[in-house]
């Protein structure tokens, strides 16, 4: 039963991810795909976590870790540009 619901929960996060895909691809502002982008980041960190779960290993987690940490720090980088390229154009 255990595996099941573990199979289960992962294909759910896989056509979460493929929803996030298809936000990122068809939106058309900034913002809309770096919302997109900034929450497959969280749903990829919860698909490596089942993964790791499922498969007993600890190296998943590891990954998960490093992976959502980068994730918000490109985040981060990427909503700076954005206020940045907003504040030169209002200054122009």
Same mark, same amino acid.
């Given at each position: 039963?255990?595996?099941?619901?573990? /199979?289960?929960?992962?294909?759910?996060?896989?056509a979460?991810? @493929?929803?996030?895909?298809?936000?990122?691809? /068809?939106?058309? /502002? /900034?913002?809309?795909?770096?919302?997109? @982008?900034?929450?497959?980041?969280?749903?990829? %960190?919860?698909f490596?976590v @089942?993964?790791?779960?499922?498969?007993?290993? +600890? %190296?998943?987690?590891?990954? +998960? %870790?490093?992976?959502?940490?980068?994730?918000?720090?490109?985040? %981060?980088?990427i +909503?700076?540009?954005?206020?940045?390229?907003?504040?030169?154009?209002?200054?122009?």
């Open positions: 039963m255990r595996e099941f619901l573990l /199979t289960g929960m992962q294909w759910f996060i896989i979460c991810i @493929l929803v996030c895909i298809i936000r990122i691809l /068809t939106s058309r /502002t /900034t913002s809309g795909k770096l919302v997109g @982008l900034n929450v497959l980041s969280g749903v990829v %960190l919860a490596l @089942l993964r790791g779960v499922s498969e007993g290993r +600890a %190296l998943y987690l590891d990954v +998960a %870790l490093v992976y959502d940490i980068f994730g918000f720090l490109g985040f %981060l980088g +909503a700076r540009f954005l206020k940045d390229k907003i504040q030169g154009e209002s200054q122009e």
